[in-house]
């Protein structure tokens, strides 16, 4: 047996993936959000609540994720290549 100790997985990739992807995913809602809340916000008197409820849903969630994938492999393709 050895005496150095073993070297702990990395995560790096997966971690950062899961950073990018999210953060796209944020972005996606952040903008469905604001436009939920300036279209018909202030003209229905819906709160920032309401605005967000009808915003959550499981189409928007698989968009949402698909456009995360494909723009986290459209980034790392462009980091690789540049």
């Known amino acids: 047996m050895s005496d150095t100790p073993d070297k702990p997985r990395r995560l790096g990739p997966v971690l950062r993936a899961l950073i990018e992807t999210g953060f796209i995913i944020f972005l996606f809602y952040s903008n469905l959000l604001m436009g939920e809340f300036t279209r018909a916000g202030a003209?229905?008197?819906?709160?920032?609540?309401?605005a967000a409820w009808d915003v959550v849903t499981p189409a928007n969630l698989a968009i949402a994720v698909v456009?995360?994938?494909?723009?986290?492999v459209v980034v790392e393709y462009l980091r690789k290549k540049l």
Do not use: E, T
């Open 67 to 72: 456009s995360a994938l494909i723009g986290y």
């Open 43 to 50: 003209a229905r008197g819906k709160n920032l609540a309401q």
